[in-house]
Nanobody, 120 residues
Framework: QVQLVESGGGLVQPGGSLRLSCAASGSAFNINGMGWYRQAPGKERILVAT??????NYADSVKGRFTISRDLAKKMVYLQMNSLKPEDTAVYYCTADSLELTSMRRVRSWGQGIQVIVSS
């Protein structure tokens, strides 16, 4: 089982920057990929960015502004968010797709979510 904990959220002015961090913990797993989703009030949860090995994907709405990166040794994923807009206001969720080594099951894990508010 993989546990994910996000940090780095908060309140920022439009045009500002934040960096979200997510730490994975647990035992006997291999993480294949990690990513970020977000959910704004009254809206569906959407994919923001994913990182699977060398394959990086971004939502069109964040391309050129957000950067996802991973530290494989630390089992961390980051989301650098620049040029933030009020539309980026949401709860951001970290995800990990992992293989549980004891059962050989593939599991999608979710963090608890962290608030990002971009003031207007």
């Amino acid at each position: 089982q993989v546990q994910l904990v996000e940090s780095g959220g908060g309140l920022v002015q439009p045009g500002g920057s934040l960096r979200l961090s997510c730490a994975a913990s647990g035992s006997a797993f291999n993480i294949n990929g990690m990513g970020w989703y977000r959910q704004a009030p009254g809206k569906e949860r959407i994919l923001v960015a994913t990182s699977y090995g060398s394959r990086i994907n971004y939502a069109d709405s964040v391309k050129g502004r957000f950067t996802i990166s991973r530290d494989l040794a630390k089992k961390m994923v980051y989301l650098q968010m620049n040029s933030l807009k009020p539309e980026d206001t949401a709860v951001y969720y970290c995800t990990a797709d992992s293989l549980e080594l004891t059962s050989m099951r593939r599991v999608r894990s979710w963090g608890q979510g962290i608030q990002v508010i971009v003031s207007s």
